[in-house]
């Protein structure tokens, strides 16, 4: 809708309004240069070199995905996101943050709702605490995206595994969180993981 409205192309808009403003100096369309997907299990694994046909997803389903990012870049994206609630970010006010973040519907507690490409999970306890999710795959890699609002955490996950990677990449975020908890000290870490057999 945006295209037609202003009459540029959504990668162009992409790029002035979030990734020249955020620095993000790896952002781009397609699937991520550098890293070969990867598909199956054990000895039936079927790799995926990402400058082929068939490395992402469908062009007609751009602007729903199609956007690859480093994971430097990825959290300078959940940073805005969690600073935004406090003062006005990339032109738009807190109160728009807000909304952006919000479920049109309140849900009862622990149950979770969509808003706006974010998946809102209410706190168990029923109190104001909440968290917002939002995972993307082009089939070969997978990225997931945790925001703690309240307490000032975000974590980022990314898998270069299309098959099996939701259940995976929401266990490490769990664990990246309680982790966290557990430190009195912010701290980052990166993992090289590989998976053998059955993921």
Request: with cysteine.
């Amino acid at each position: 809708m945006i295209e037609t409205l202003l009459d540029v192309p959504w990668e162009d808009l992409m790029r002035r309004e979030l990734f020249l403003p955020l620095r993000m100096s790896s952002a781009g369309f397609g699937a991520p240069p550098e890293i070969w997907g990867t598909k199956g299990d054990g000895e039936a694994v079927e790799v995926m070199d990402p400058r082929k046909p068939g490395a992402d997803n469908p062009w007609a389903i751009a602007a729903a995905g199609g956007v690859h990012c480093s994971l430097e870049d990825a959290g300078r994206y959940m940073a805005v996101h969690l600073s935004a609630q406090r003062a006005a970010v990339l032109g738009l006010s807190p109160e728009s943050w807000r909304r952006l973040h919000q479920v049109p519907t309140v849900g009862v507690p622990g149950s979770a709702g969509y808003a706006q490409g974010w998946i809102v999970r209410s706190g168990a306890d029923g109190g104001d605490s909440y968290s917002l999710e939002h995972d993307g795959s082009n089939t070969w890699n997978y990225m997931r995206m945790k925001l703690l609002p309240s307490q000032g955490l975000a974590v980022v996950v990314t898998l270069n595994t299309g098959i099996s990677a939701a259940q995976i990449a929401g266990e490490l975020s769990e664990q990246v969180l309680e982790m966290t908890f557990e430190s009195d000290e912010p701290w980052a870490m990166d993992y090289d993981i590989e998976f053998t057999g059955h993921h």
